[in-house]
């Protein structure tokens, strides 16, 4: 069975097949006045059929070269015709002997008669207006650019589109260029004056329409326009611009400047590079570049039936089925879901487009594609609904084609076996970081007990640096008593030696004791100093009533080293009697201790020091800040020590040295 396209009983169609020349047809004119139709072709061929179909063919001459008919247009006024070719204009009487050359120029571009019947002619760089007979030429080429056609207004004024641009010319002076919008400044093909409005074709940016030199309209390809890439304008004058394009023929309302419809090879052009347009009543008369078609312009028929859908295979896994209205198959690992179909349409099968919807949303879920085939890797168990339906060039939507399917779980996939696998999974990553954040949190444990006894054992290293120094210096005592004859003096100061020797060594083993000991401690060192240095001293310990409500705990041995230098380097070189007070005072979360002695002063002392004194008291006082820094290290609380020259600093004439350390402690009630 063999199937003719409708279409081809609408359309009739001229090439080198049935009477012209050659298939490349360049211009068309239908004369209304006695029912010719000349078609223009290359080789300078002209062709006349008449209304009975008989063809008689001109050749033009050529002899300057290409010759191409490029435009026929009636004379106003006469019942002759003006023939245009790439190299001169001719004038035919219809029914008379061959065209003759009336007006040679090289590069003819376009022509186009004035309201009075004037012709003008555009060349390539040159105008010439005024009669055939005696026309006057106007030299364009400081225009530097390439004349493509041009559009009478009045008598004596035109328009000219060019390579790079629009120009208005008036009473024959030199054109000037159009530039109130830059968008003009481009490649113009054709040019029409319709009622007071210039249509421009470019071409690559469309049509543009303007109204007093302004742009009022554009059309482009974004518009539905078929291409913006325009070749001809033709104004049928009776509000309808045929605009040829290399992609079809669009058809404008000039009156609403609104787009009617695209015409194009599809639709039965012979082609869709479109050369030429005329017409006569309803026919319209169409050249190409594949030869000459004409139509009923009303009367054109749009297939508006859709095609018919039909399933042709579906596959799943290795396997294919023949396609019925159901379908359900059990899952499938890693495979994949595909169907097959297709539409029947004779006629511009290429054009032949889908949609399937697979989401049951039938308003926004259609998905086009110009594939046959629907694939669904993976597809997960469920229920689904897919539906299918075609179209074809200007067609509707065919009714969807419904396809059920059902694709049945395997045992884990059942909800209650992934809610087990959950669980599990859930679990098994509990335990695990369960585990991590144990061992983490254990080693931070051990990392932090590590660094804690280490800081503990700093600090007792640093304690016991201290007890070597006092033990030096309290056996020099006992010598001096022994050497000054008081013997009895000398065994209870070893008495009292001793026992300060003891609580000192069990103090050095703690990191902490209470400060009711640590007085003690310091009140029997005192004691002994004051045998020392013969009671040439008085001392005093000041406690805040804050502190006695408490159980305080500081380090040992801090206070000690201080008692001893205002002691021995404040007080024993002082004239006269002195005076050593303590004061004890609860500052926050540390204890504030001052020791205030009136002996000569620090800045004093250090002046009669020797280098070996000097050095040793320097590292005591290291020592003492050093160990504060390591409390700090395991406690947190921050100690401080200062040491203060009460002449110099505002005590007015009092002498002596006032020391001050802040010290962490352990309250407890």
Not at 56 to 79: C, Y
Not at 205 to 217: A, E, N, P, S
Request: with cysteine; proline share 4%; charged share 20%.
């Amino acid at each position: 069975m063999y199937h003719i396209p409708f279409k081809h009983f609408y359309f009739a169609y001229l090439d080198n097949t049935n009477g012209l020349y050659s298939h490349s047809v360049y211009s068309v004119f239908k004369d209304k006045r006695n029912g010719l139709l000349y078609i223009g072709e290359n080789a300078g061929m002209l062709n006349v059929m008449t209304p009975g179909g008989s063809i008689r063919r001109f050749e033009l001459d050529s002899t300057g070269g290409r010759n191409s008919v490029l435009g026929i247009m009636a004379q106003p006024g006469t019942s002759e015709l003006l023939v245009a070719t790439d190299n001169a204009i001719f004038n035919y009487s219809p029914g008379g002997p061959a065209p003759k050359p009336v007006l040679r120029m090289r590069n003819i571009k376009d022509m186009d008669f004035t309201p009075d019947g004037k012709l003008r002619v555009a060349s390539r760089n040159r105008l010439a207006f005024g009669s055939t007979a005696d026309a006057r030429m106007l030299d364009l080429s400081a225009l530097e650019t390439q004349i493509n056609s041009i559009a009478c207004v009045t008598d004596s004024t035109y328009y000219l589109g060019t390579g790079s641009g629009l120009f208005f010319g008036a009473n024959g002076g030199f054109p000037v260029p159009v530039q109130d919008d830059p968008r003009l400044s481009q490649s113009i093909k054709d040019l029409v004056w319709i009622n007071g409005y210039l249509w421009v074709g470019t071409s690559d940016q469309g049509i543009f329409v303007l109204k007093d030199d302004q742009v009022v309209r554009h059309f482009r390809t974004a518009d539905h326009l078929v291409s913006d890439i325009c070749q001809q304008l033709y104004y049928d004058g009776n509000g309808r611009l045929y605009v040829a394009t290399n992609k079809g023929l669009s058809i404008i309302d000039t009156r609403t400047r609104t787009l009617l419809r695209n015409l194009t090879s599809n639709d039965g052009l012979m082609s869709d590079d479109i050369r030429g347009i005329s017409h006569a009543g309803d026919t319209l008369y169409v050249a190409t570049s594949n030869g000459l078609c004409y139509f009923s312009r009303d009367h054109i028929p749009v297939d508006t039936v859709p095609p018919t859908v039909y399933l042709n295979a579906i596959r799943y896994g290795d396997s294919s089925w023949i396609p019925g209205q159901y379908f359900q198959h059990l899952y499938e690992w890693k495979s994949t879901f595909e169907v097959e179909f297709g539409a029947i349409a004779f006629d511009l099968p290429d054009l032949v487009e889908y949609q399937y919807n697979f989401s049951n949303d039938t308003s926004a879920g259609w998905v086009t594609t110009m594939s046959n085939i629907v694939p669904y890797p993976r597809l997960q168990p469920g229920d689904y609904t897919l539906l299918i339906r075609a179209r074809k060039y200007k067609s509707g939507w065919s009714k969807p084609v419904v396809l059920r399917i059902s694709i049945l779980p395997r045992w884990y996939q059942e909800w209650w076996a992934r809610g087990i696998l959950v669980l599990l999974g859930i679990m098994a990553i509990l335990l695990v970081l369960r585990y991590i954040v144990a061992r983490i949190r254990g080693g931070e444990r051990r990392k932090t007990e590590y660094n804690r006894r280490i800081a503990e054992l700093e600090a007792k290293a640093l304690t016991n640096q201290m007890n070597p120094h006092f033990i030096f210096n309290s056996l020099n005592s006992v010598q001096h008593l022994i050497l000054e004859k008081e013997e009895k003096q000398a065994l209870n100061f070893l008495a009292d030696f001793a026992t300060l020797m003891r609580q000192m060594l069990n103090n050095s083993r703690k990191s902490y004791i209470s400060l009711e000991d640590e007085i003690a401690f310091l009140t029997r060192y005192i004691e002994l100093e004051k045998i020392r240095f013969a009671n040439s001293f008085e001392y005093k310990f000041d406690m805040s009533q804050e502190l006695k409500e408490y159980t305080i705990y500081i380090p040992p041995m801090l206070i000690q080293p201080i008692l001893e230098n205002a002691i021995k380097h404040g007080l024993a070189p002082k004239n006269g009697s002195g005076h050593l007070l303590v004061r004890l005072e609860l500052h926050g979360d540390l204890l504030y201790c001052a020791v205030d002695d009136d002996g000569i002063g620090w800045e004093h002392a250090n002046s009669i020091k020797t280098g070996k004194l000097t050095k040793h008291e320097s590292t005591a006082l290291s020592v003492i800040r050093e160990r504060l820094q390591i409390i700090k290290s395991f406690n947190g609380s921050v100690g401080k020590l200062e040491i203060i020259d009460k002449f110099n600093s505002g005590f007015g004439n009092k002498a002596g040295t006032l020391v001050e350390i802040l010290i962490p402690i352990v309250k407890m009630l």
